[in-house]
């Protein structure tokens, strides 16, 4: 009876640690993806000239405001990436993508207050993305395993 169980409990164990690979590298895909458009949304905000950033707004916003957010959202690109991949500090990870759902909870709204009801999908989209990493790397698969 117990020759019969150990293969089974070998079986399963080999199984978990597959679905835990399989885990760990979606969750690297959505991540690098995630920090690509983090990063080129972000620049953007850095690079263009303020004045027609904001002529390109539906919802006026503060010039400054919007910078702060270009600096968050390239700051939060490279904390998607660089701790897992320094393996240091690897804790920050799931706090860059919660805040990058923060400004992704204020990037809708903004959309939706604009009178973009479909464009709202996109924010919406990376939100839950990022939304999917901060918990994925908070309980599903933390990066200091």
């Given at each position: 009876?117990?020759?019969?169980?150990?293969?089974r409990f070998r079986s399963g164990n080999s199984e978990i640690r597959r679905?835990?690979?399989i885990r760990h590298a979606v969750l690297w895909l959505v991540q690098g993806v995630l920090a690509l458009v983090f990063l080129f949304a972000g620049s953007v905000k850095l690079v263009t000239p303020v004045e027609v950033l904001l002529a390109?707004?539906?919802?006026?916003?503060?010039?400054?405001?919007?910078?702060?957010?270009?600096v968050a959202e390239v700051l939060g690109a490279f904390g998607l990436i660089l701790p897992g991949l320094l393996r240091i500090r690897e804790g920050l990870t799931p706090l860059a993508a919660a805040g990058?759902?923060?400004i992704m909870i204020g990037a809708t709204v903004l959309t939706l207050v604009g009178g973009g009801g479909t464009l709202a999908l996109f924010p919406l989209v990376v939100?839950?993305?990022?939304a999917f990493?901060?918990?994925g790397r908070w309980r599903l698969r933390p990066l200091s395993r």
């Open positions: 009876m117990i020759a019969t169980i150990l293969p679905q835990t690979s390109q707004m539906p919802v006026p916003l503060p010039g400054l405001f919007v910078q702060f957010v270009g990058l759902v923060i939100g839950l993305l990022a990493v901060a918990y």
